[in-house]
C-alpha cells in the first residue's frame, strides 16, 4: 500500500507543477495582451513559447471539443479541473484499496 501512496504523490506533485505551468503562461499572456510587458522582450518570449509549446499538446484536444468562445480560451480552467477530479479519484481507489 506505501507504493500507492508513492504513486499518488507523484502524481500530485506532477500535477501540481502542470498546474503552475497553466498559471504562469495565463499570467504571462495578460501581461502580453495588456501591454504591460512588451512582447520584444526576448527572454520572456521565449519562456511563455516553451511553456505555449510544452502545454499545447495536452490543451489541442480540449479546445477541439469545447465552443468557440472568441477571444477567452477556457480550456486551460478546463485542464485544471479534469486534472483536479483525476487527483480525487485516484485518491478515491487508493482509500478504497486499504
Excluded: E, K
Excluded at 64 to 77: A, E
Aim: proline share 5%.
Amino acid at each position: 500500500m506505501q507504493g500507492l501512496l508513492a504513486v499518488y504523490d507523484i502524481i500530485s506533485i506532477l500535477t501540481s507543477a502542470l498546474v503552475m505551468l497553466i498559471i504562469i503562461q495565463f499570467v504571462i499572456g495578460l501581461l502580453f495582451a495588456f501591454n504591460v510587458v512588451s512582447p520584444s522582450n526576448q527572454f520572456l518570449m521565449s519562456f511563455y513559447t516553451s511553456i505555449n509549446n510544452l502545454l499545447d499538446p495536452i490543451l489541442r484536444p480540449i479546445r477541439r471539443i469545447m465552443p468557440d468562445t472568441g477571444t477567452i480560451d477556457f480550456s486551460p480552467l478546463v485542464l485544471i479541473i479534469l486534472l483536479q477530479i483525476l487527483l480525487r479519484v485516484i485518491q478515491a481507489l487508493i482509500q478504497s484499496a486499504y
